[in-house]
């Protein structure tokens, strides 16, 4: 292929879109633009206390149009003519209940303000309870459970968990609704116009991983199972058809108010969405039998696996596994740590706590004040990877476990908490903060672990996103805790860049998405190796760290 034709990537991220305009031919980005949520900036409808997350579509609908329109600038006036394709990632589960024409329902007069309407991000946990109902009755109604190509276990962040809850708490909205929809499947229903609840085409990635969805169930969970967690589940789960598509396919091809909106032709292929971490694995040339990690405040772990004729390697207390999630053709498996990134970030913001409500007491000219606050936050991460790089391990008592956001994988608990042990009266923030890069390093561990254990082969990692990149400490700590050679993409965009790859895929421009991938892939800038040494050394620290998170789980989990 000649360069010179481009296809568009969106990626919907938790705080903001990002559009990138890639070339088709070789991957080279042309474009790109973020544009952030302004109503989720201003913490609208969500409540951290309650751990509620919610967000309201306009965010999604502004923020897309605002990014979209920057990027195709960026990437010069004669782009919108050359574009051929556009595909969309999301964060997930991130679920909303919608009316006939599967227009969320915030979007209506009369719930413009309830955070019920709007949809419940991937990190919103008050789905707790109903997600133990689920499991609960998987494993007690004499049926089929309905989790087991899941993991085994329910997570109150996926898909029925969240709409049973708002179900349950909401009234007026239960009533209200007549349909589900994953936010990847409804930003390609938005772009091609489609108002058929018949004609959507749901994402086999975000349907199979968070919505009990599989082949051998003839669709999702049955009506009757359906029915004893909630009686107005069945007609919902009716609206959702049987069916569901990989991302290679076409949605459809772009509606005459987008192609306006954007400059764009009404014969842009759209392709069906998925969530961003899958995407991401593809942009981050992910390769069979290696597991890609996502690494920014959270981690998705990701791993392909060809499809065999023999009966499917079930893996337990996974996000599921599912064929054609990642690449069509091979099992999708998905694992992942709540809170990796986010552990740091924790701690830094605990060390600046004298800087946000000491500093502005003191007296002396507030820009000073703000200029010195700013400086030091900025080189407080920086510099505890250097001061944290040069304690011996072995010489630290410190162990720390990662579960400050509650245990994904493997067996995903989200009552679980973090913990800290082992501390002295010489334990300084250096030394706490090299235990909780291990503890994140540890909880990676487990997951390839749990894999092995349970006959999946792993031959490497691949690193892709903010910490992978920005942090060499934290990669060279997470190579030597696994004994396996860790290596990082190149790209700053690496799952729009992977969306993109749909986008050529599904407008014909490559035949499978491994020829998009191999073409557009933007390679590898770094390797970690492992220290043989180091790695016998956390052999015996990862036992200690298996043994806290025994102890907490078993004695301090209500």
Request: with cysteine.
């Amino acid at each position: 292929m000649t360069s010179g034709t481009y296809v568009i990537g969106i990626d919907f991220g938790t705080d903001s879109v990002r559009s990138v305009i890639a070339d088709a031919a070789n991957g080279a980005v042309k474009g790109v633009a973020v544009a952030a949520y302004p109503r989720w900036t201003k913490g609208l409808y969500c409540d951290p206390v309650a751990n509620r997350f919610r967000q309201h579509p306009l965010d999604y609908l502004e923020s897309m149009e605002a990014s979209l329109k920057d990027a195709l600038a960026v990437a010069g006036r004669d782009a919108a003519s050359k574009v051929r394709g556009i595909a969309v990632d999301t964060t997930g589960s991130t679920p909303v209940l919608a009316d006939g024409k599967g227009v969320p329902l915030a979007l209506s007069p009369p719930f413009a303000e309830d955070p019920d309407a709007m949809f419940v991000l991937w990190k919103d946990h008050t789905a707790v309870v109903e997600a133990a109902r689920i499991n609960d009755l998987a494993r007690t109604w004499g049926g089929v459970d309905f989790t087991r190509f899941e993991g085994g276990i329910y997570s109150s962040e996926w898909f029925w968990a969240k709409v049973l809850h708002v179900l349950s708490a909401n009234p007026a909205v239960a009533r209200a609704a007549v349909t589900i929809l994953e936010h990847c499947d409804w930003i390609p229903a938005v772009l091609t116009g489609t108002d058929d609840l018949a004609r959507i085409k749901r994402s086999r990635c975000a349907a199979g991983h968070k919505a009990m969805w599989h082949a051998d169930f003839d669709g999702y969970p049955a009506r009757e199972f359906l029915a004893r967690l909630d009686a107005r589940l069945p007609a919902l789960s009716a609206t959702l058809g049987i069916q569901t598509w990989t991302s290679d396919v076409p949605f459809g091809t772009l509606s005459a108010e987008w192609a306006q909106k954007l400059g764009l032709s009404r014969d842009v292929v759209v392709a069906v969405g998925a969530f961003d971490a899958h995407m991401g694995a593809v942009g981050g040339d992910i390769a069979p039998h290696h597991l890609l990690k996502v690494m920014g405040t959270s981690t998705c772990d990701m791993l392909v696996v060809p499809r065999s004729a023999g009966e499917e390697k079930l893996v337990s207390g996974i996000c599921g596994q599912v064929d054609g999630s990642i690449l069509p053709g091979s099992i999708g498996y998905e694992a992942g740590q709540s809170a990796f990134g986010d552990v740091y970030a924790w701690f830094k913001q605990l060390l600046a706590w004298p800087l946000q409500a000491i500093l502005p007491t003191v007296a002396g000219a507030d820009e000073v004040k703000a200029a010195l606050a700013a400086a030091v936050m900025d080189r407080i991460i920086p510099e505890l990877e250097k001061a944290a790089a040069a304690v011996p391990p072995e010489t630290s008592s410190v162990i720390a476990l990662d579960w400050l956001n509650g245990r994904r994988t493997p067996d995903a608990d989200q009552r679980l908490k973090g913990a800290i042990a082992g501390i002295s009266l010489g334990s300084d923030a250096p030394r706490i903060y090299r235990a909780l890069v291990e503890a994140t390093a540890f909880g990676s561990r487990a997951i390839v672990e749990r894999f092995r254990r349970e006959g999946i082969r792993i031959d490497g990692v691949i690193g892709i996103g903010g910490v992978a990149r920005k942090s060499p400490f934290a990669m060279q700590v997470l190579a030597d805790v696994l004994d396996m050679t860790v290596e990082v993409r190149a790209g700053e965009q690496p799952v729009a860049l992977g969306a993109a790859m749909f986008a050529a895929t599904a407008a014909g421009l490559y035949p499978r998405v491994e020829d998009a991938q191999r073409a557009m892939s933007p390679g590898t800038e770094a390797r970690y190796r492992p220290d043989p040494g180091r790695a016998r050394l956390y052999d015996a620290l990862y036992r200690e760290y298996r043994k806290l998170g025994s102890f907490v789980e078993r004695e301090l989990t209500p």
